[in-house]
C-alpha cells in the first residue's frame, strides 16, 4: 500500500450517511433499541470504538448508536447472516480482514485513519462464533498502542435475539450500553515483553466491555468461576491454523 492509496479520513460520507438513515428507520422495526451512555462519547478521535461480538448485526448496531464518521475493520465475509444484509460491509466500505491472509494492508489503513483522528470499529474477538466473551486476537491493542489512540468501549445485548424473534412475530430487546473511555496505551518493550503488554492491553478492552453487558454473557471474563471454566470450549480462535489476521 502507497501513500496514495491510503484512506483519506472521512471517506464515503454520502453513502454511508444514506445507509445510517436506514438502519436508524429500519432497526427499530425489528427490535426494541435501548441505548445508554451516550454522555460518554468523546467529541473527537482518534478514538478505537471496541465492542463485543455474538451477531453479524453488532455492526449496525454499532452504526445505529453512534454518530462519528465511522471506519471499520473486519472480516469482509458474513457466513452466519442472512443475505438481506451481507452487502452492507461492502457498500459501508470497511477494511477488509481475509482470513488466511496476514492484513497488514488493512492495519496499515486502520492505522493511517486513527492518526487523522478518526473514529475506527472493531471487534476485538475477530469473529462472533459464541454467545460469551472470549479473549481478544491482537490487532485491536496493536492498533491501540501504535497509534496511542483512546478506547471506547460498547456492549452490545440482544443482537443474537433480533432475527429469530423476528420470525416468530416478535421485537427483540437491544440494549447498548456506551462506557466510558480509557487510555491511551503506550510500549516501549520489544519482543516476547512487548507481545505480553499487547495481551495484557486485549484483556483490559474485554474486562471493560464485560462489565456492560449480562453477567451470563460474560464468559472469559466473568467473576463466576463455572461460567469461565464453561467458556473454555468456545476461546479457542476457530483459524488459529491459519496465518495471521
Do not use: C
Amino acid at each position: 500500500m502507497t501513500a496514495a492509496t491510503l484512506p483519506v479520513y472521512p471517506r464515503r460520507q454520502v453513502i454511508r450517511g444514506v445507509l445510517r438513515g436506514l438502519i436508524r428507520m429500519l432497526l427499530p422495526r425489528f427490535a426494541d433499541v435501548q441505548i445508554t451512555g451516550q454522555e460518554n462519547f468523546p467529541q473527537e478521535g482518534p478514538l478505537l470504538v471496541v465492542a463485543n461480538h455474538f451477531s453479524f448485526l453488532d455492526p449496525v448496531a454499532v452504526i445505529h448508536a453512534t454518530r462519528y464518521p465511522l471506519e471499520f475493520i473486519g472480516g469482509f465475509t458474513m457466513p452466519n447472516a442472512p443475505k438481506v444484509v451481507t452487502w452492507i460491509p461492502r457498500v459501508w466500505g470497511i477494511l477488509p480482514v481475509h482470513r488466511g491472509t496476514v492484513s497488514r494492508e488493512a492495519l496499515t489503513a486502520a492505522a493511517t485513519i486513527l492518526n487523522q483522528n478518526g473514529v475506527l470499529g472493531i471487534f476485538p474477538e475477530a469473529g462472533s462464533w459464541a454467545s460469551v466473551l472470549r479473549p481478544a486476537r491482537p490487532g485491536a491493542a496493536l492498533l491501540a498502542s501504535r497509534t496511542h489512540a483512546r478506547v471506547l468501549p460498547i456492549g452490545i445485548d440482544g443482537a443474537i435475539d433480533v432475527f429469530p424473534r423476528f420470525r416468530k412475530g416478535e421485537r427483540a430487546q437491544l440494549t447498548l450500553r456506551i462506557g466510558k473511555p480509557f487510555g491511551p496505551f503506550f510500549i516501549s518493550d520489544r519482543g516476547a515483553a512487548s507481545r505480553d503488554h499487547l495481551t495484557e492491553i486485549g484483556h483490559e478492552m474485554m474486562r471493560n466491555i464485560a462489565e456492560l453487558i449480562p453477567p451470563e454473557r460474560r464468559g472469559s471474563y466473568s467473576n463466576d468461576p463455572a461460567l469461565r471454566e464453561a467458556a473454555k470450549a468456545v476461546e479457542a480462535y476457530p483459524w488459529a491454523d491459519q496465518a495471521e489476521n
